[in-house]
């Protein structure tokens, strides 16, 4: 999730990162917000509640499910062991405990 946020939604028109982690071992990220006034979000709280919010729960329940059933109704088991763990993080990912994402997300972001 981290990797699809940031190659999808963190970056301007021109590809540069437009959130970044500005303190790793505190997990402080920094971004512009639509007035041009520098914002902060601690532990990615914000960006972690925007996405909930926008329906990542719902999506990835969808989309995994649909990925690993086949059109008869039955479970590929090969589809389903490699994509069950990283659906079950998206799941189980929430603004109290986002710790998978946002330890991804500060390697990935840091200046």
Known sequence: MAHFAK???????????KYVCTDPGRQTFKYKD????????????????????????????????????SDEGKINNDRFTTLQPKASEIHSMSEVDNTLFVNELSAITTL
């Open 7 to 17: 190659d999808h939604f963190l970056k301007d028109d021109d590809g540069k990162l």
């Open 34 to 69: 639509e007035l041009g006034d520098i914002q902060k979000d601690v532990k990615a709280k914000k960006l972690t509640k925007i996405l909930i919010d926008a329906g990542l729960k719902e999506k990835n329940n969808t989309l995994a499910v649909d990925w690993w059933t």
